[in-house]
Structure formats: C-alpha cells, structure tokens
C-alpha cells in the first residue's frame, strides 16, 4: 500500500468530513498554545526576520489549517508594535500529501485575511501562502528557508506500515496479542521516519529557527497503554465480527495494520538527541478528555475516526464493507463500552535549530 495516494482526510462533502469533526485536534492546537506564543516570541525578538518563512507540516483541510498561521501573525505584529517595528512580510508554506483538499484551503485564503486585518486593526505586512504537496519524510523546502516549523497531530503517522508485522493476525495494531517482533517493528519504523524527519528539517530551517510538534503519543513506556491507540481493538473487533460472517476475508483483516505509532516521551526525546541538530527546549505531556468535548461520545468517536481513517480503509476492504465496518463499530461503543473515560494523550516538543 503506497500511504502517499491513499492517505487523506475526509473532504468537505463526505458524511463525517474532517472539516466537521476535528475537534480533539482543535483542542490539541489549543493546549500548545502557550509553547508556541513563547516560542514565537523568542524567535522574532532573537531573529527579527524581514520575510518571516513559516510551514504547516500536515496541514490538512477545514476551520483548523489557518489557526496556527493566525496565531504566529497576530504575536508577531503585538511585538512589532511594542518594539515600534515595521511589520515583516509573511511566507506561509502549507504542506501535506497530494491527496489533501488544498483547493478549500485557497477558497478561504481571501476571508482568512479580511478576518485577520480586523482582528489586528492595523496596517500587517503582506502574506504570500503556497501550498506545498509532499511527504514530510524527505526534503520539501530549499537548504535555510524557514524560520518557523509547526506540526499538530500528523508525526504519529507512519511513512508506510512497518514491515514484519504479516503474524499480527487478527489485529490492526498493537494488542496484547501482537507478537513481540510486531512491537519491535512498529517502533523500528517510528526511529527511522523520526529521525529522517528531523534530519530534512535541520538542512530546511535557519540556524535558531525554532520548530513545535505535538503528536499523539503515551506517557510511559508500556507500548500495550490505553489512551491515544483508544478504539482500535473495538474497530478489529467490528472487522473480526465480519470476517466470522463471512462478510470479509480472513486475509484482508491480517493483511491490514495501522500506519500509526504513539511514542513515549523518552523516545521522542531519544530521537532529538540522537539526531543532534536541535536543543529541546520544553517537552510536555497533555491530555485530552473526550467526554469533555462531546455529549454523545460514542457517535462523536464514531464521525471521527471515520473521518481520518476511512480513507485507508476503503482502499483496503472496499467502500461498501468499510461503510458496514463503521456501523458495527458505532454499536460496539453504544452499547457501553464508550462509557469510559476516554483519555488523548498528546506530546507537544519545542526545538530550537543548533549552529
């Protein structure tokens, strides 16, 4: 399975569209708000760049793309004007994989600014958007071309599905089941994509650039934790229930893994400095509640994971099998099993690009 064709969120028009039902990402972006005011701010006032380069790495669609992008400008031009600075103009990359809705994007470039300009009521340096279609997992902007890197909910992601793991029969991911050279196989792909992600940002942002990624992950080190891989052992058992119908083949639920990993703190921490070209400047654990964010857990966790997965599902068992995979996974969870209390855990990490 190639991950770079079919990997994508669901657009506008489909029933449980990203757009509509990202909101644990939103409140991902919100946590990490402080980090990044602080980061931003010690960035401007070291570097004071004339032409500020800013990239959104997996950017996706919908009323999250800009928050960021809003937010970086908004404390910029407070400092221009406490340190009676002419406002710098704005280079806003957005980057994601080719499948992405960046036409919504560019639809709302328009209000975007208007909006902006009213907020801040007054006069802005310019802001020249891209788009920027690719994987993060390799060179995707000039040597020294950025100075600010932000990265919200895509590093858990992997640049493919990790190889060896053919015996976790029965699963989509990590359980309690898995074989322990399917363990052994997830985190091996996790090092190699960290690690080549941090190599291409270190050639791509200026000495003392800053970069702030917040990725799902686990607050300790048992690989078998709940908390962001929350659901996947309800989902393979929506698949397993078909395939004991009849309604899937056996070997269509053993071939299918999960393209994702949720590390550690350490291992995120591991990776940095082995890699050695950033200081780590702050790295924080979070938490997102579900039942904090919607009434009805069950169908909000239902229009969510449709939403990002569907599309690597269908590519997999189809469209009709995947569309009846979702109503069984929506009466394992009404049924109570959604009753508990469902924790997020995110990783949020500061870098600062070394000399």
């Excluded at 280079?91 to 994007?105: A, C, E, M």
């Excluded at 599905?161 to 363990?183: A, E, H, M, W």
């Excluded at 929506?330 to 600062?352: C, D, P, Q, V």
């Amino acid at each position: 399975m190639d991950l770079t064709q079919v990997l994508h969120m669901n657009g506008d028009v489909e029933e449980a569209s990203y757009a509509d039902n990202s909101l644990i990402q939103r409140e991902a972006i919100s946590l990490a708000k402080s980090s990044r005011v602080k980061a931003i701010t010690n960035l401007y006032c070291s570097l004071c760049p004339r032409s500020f380069a800013i990239a959104d790495l997996g950017c996706s669609s919908g009323p999250n793309t800009l928050l960021v992008t809003s937010e970086i400008i908004k404390v910029v031009e407070k400092l221009c004007q406490e340190l009676n600075h002419q406002s710098p103009e704005y280079k806003v990359f957005l980057n994601d994989l080719s499948g992405n809705d960046f036409n919504s994007i560019f639809k709302s470039l328009d209000t975007f600014k208007e909006k902006l300009r009213d907020e801040i009521k007054t006069e802005i340096g310019p802001c020249y958007f891209s788009g920027v279609p690719g994987s993060f997992y390799g060179r995707i902007f000039p040597n020294e071309s950025l100075h600010f890197v932000h990265s919200s909910y895509s590093l858990h992601w992997l640049s493919k599905v990790p190889r060896g793991v053919d015996n976790n029969k029965g699963n989509i991911y990590i359980t309690n089941t898995s074989p322990s050279n399917v363990l052994e196989a997830y985190y091996e792909q996790f090092h190699i994509d960290f690690s080549l992600f941090l190599k291409c940002r270190a050639q791509e942002i200026v000495e003392g650039g800053f970069m702030i990624l917040t990725l799902l992950g686990r607050e300790n080190e048992n690989l078998l934790s709940k908390g962001s891989s929350y659901g996947w052992e309800l989902l393979s058992k929506a698949i397993n229930d078909m395939v004991i119908q009849g309604i899937i083949e056996e070997e269509k639920l053993n071939t299918f893994n999960i393209p994702n990993y949720y590390p550690s703190p350490s291992e995120v921490k591991l990776e940095v400095l082995s890699e050695g070209s950033f200081s780590i400047n702050q790295l924080e654990v979070s938490e997102v509640i579900g039942h904090a964010l919607e009434s009805d857990m069950s169908e909000s966790m239902v229009k969510s994971t449709r939403a990002v997965f569907e599309p690597l599902l269908i590519s997999h068992f189809g469209e009709s099998v995947t569309k009846e995979v979702f109503e069984r996974f929506r009466k394992i969870l009404a049924a109570g099993i959604s009753k508990e209390r469902t924790r997020i855990t995110n990783l949020t990490i500061t870098l600062t690009r070394k000399p």
